[in-house]
């Protein structure tokens, strides 16, 4: 016989397996708005639409896991094209 408790605590296994989907850990190479130079990052962000969350480790810091900026990076103008140049800044028309 299935009871409420039952069918609530597979709904609750449910949405904790979404959730852990719904989030990957990344490599990037981003110019860093702080130092004004190319660092190596982890992070983590959004599954679906890759937007970032939090930094995890960063090449500028000693350990990379110490994070203690403030994490402007997260905004995507600092990511690297693949020929190693900052994206260029759109202009609002």
């Known amino acids: 016989m299935i009871t409420i408790a039952s069918l609530c605590i597979a709904a609750l296994a449910l949405l904790v397996l979404l959730l852990a989907l719904s989030v990957r850990k990344v490599h990037r190479k981003i110019w860093c708005p702080i130092r004004g130079t190319e660092v190596q990052l982890s992070l983590l962000e959004t599954a679906p639409e890759g937007r970032p969350i939090e ?3 960063c090449s500028a810091f000693t350990p990379p896991t110490a ?27």
């Open 55 to 57: 930094v995890t480790a």
């Open 67 to 93: 994070i203690t900026c403030d994490q402007r990076c997260l905004g995507r103008r600092h990511v690297l094209r693949a020929d190693g140049r900052r994206r260029a800044r759109r202009s609002a028309a």
